[in-house]
C-alpha cells in the first residue's frame, strides 16, 4: 500500500474517530452486527434470509453507524458482486465499504462444524475469491441447530490445523475467534469467526 493511501485511510479514520482499522472493524462494523442480533427476529429461516434481517435492522435502527450509512461515508452492501483473482464474477454475503477499506463477511448456517465451512467459507478469502488486498474480513454462523461453543471450537480446532493458517487467537466476543492466514499470494489476512443462536421451530428444519 502507497503511503498516499496510507495517509488517506487514515484521515477517513480519524474523521471517524477510530484509531485504526481493527479498531474500526470491530468497534463499529462488528458491534452493529452483534447490536443487531439482539434485536432482531431469531426464527429460522434460509441464510440469505435471515442475513437480510441484519441489514434491515442496520438500516433502519438509530445507532452510530446509521449517521455514516445516511452521510454515504459508509456504504453497506450485500448480495455484492465483486472479481475474483481470475477475474470471475463472486458474490458476496455482507460488505463494509470505507474509501480504501473494505469488510468482507461471509455467512452460513451451521449445525455442526462442518468443513463445508472451510472448504465454502473460509478457502474463498485464501484463494483470493474475497478480499484481495485487505487484511481483515469475516465469517458469520447462523446457528440453526446444535451447541454453538461446541461448533465454534470444533471449527476452531479444524482450521488450526489447515497448512495455511498461522495461528487462532481468542477474542472478547463470546463465541468467536481470530484466525490468521497465508493467502496464495503470500500476503496475510485475518478472519473473525462470529456465532449467532437461531431459535429452533420444529417445523423449520
Known amino acids: 500500500m502507497s503511503n498516499s493511501q496510507t495517509d488517506f485511510i487514515n484521515a477517513n479514520l480519524s474523521m471517524l474517530e477510530y484509531s485504526t482499522k481493527q479498531d474500526l472493524i470491530e468497534n463499529l462494523f462488528i458491534k452493529s452486527l452483534i447490536e443487531s442480533y439482539n434485536r432482531i ?6 441464510e440469505n434470509e435471515i442475513r437480510d434481517r441484519f441489514m434491515k435492522d442496520i438500516y433502519t435502527t438509530d445507532s452510530e453507524i446509521k449517521k455514516w450509512l445516511q452521510l454515504k461515508i459508509i456504504y453497506l452492501d450485500w448480495e455484492n458482486w465483486v472479481f475474483t483473482n481470475e477475474f470471475e464474477l463472486a ?5 463494509f465499504k470505507l474509501t480504501g477499506l473494505e469488510f468482507i463477511l ?3 448456517r451451521l449445525k455442526s462444524p462442518n468443513k463445508a465451512y472451510i472448504d465454502e467459507g473460509l478457502d474463498r478469502f485464501i484463494k483470493l475469491k474475497y478480499s484481495k488486498g485487505d487484511e ?6 447462523f446457528v440453526v441447530s446444535g451447541d454453538k461453543m461446541l ?3 470444533g471449527l476452531k480446532n479444524r482450521i ?3 497448512d495455511h493458517t498461522i495461528s487462532t487467537t481468542d477474542i472478547t466476543l463470546t463465541p468467536s475467534f481470530n484466525s490468521h492466514h497465508k493467502r496464495i499470494d503470500n500476503t496475510q489476512i485475518s478472519i473473525y469467526h462470529l456465532f449467532f443462536d437461531l431459535m429452533i421451530e420444529s417445523n423449520s428444519i
Open 91 to 95: 458474490r458476496t454475503d455482507i460488505t
Open 106 to 108: 461471509e455467512c452460513k
Open 136 to 141: 481483515y474480513a469475516g465469517m458469520i454462523g
Open 160 to 162: 488450526d490445523n489447515l
Open 151 to 153: 461448533i465454534c471450537n
Open 41 to 46: 427476529n431469531k426464527s429460522i429461516g434460509i
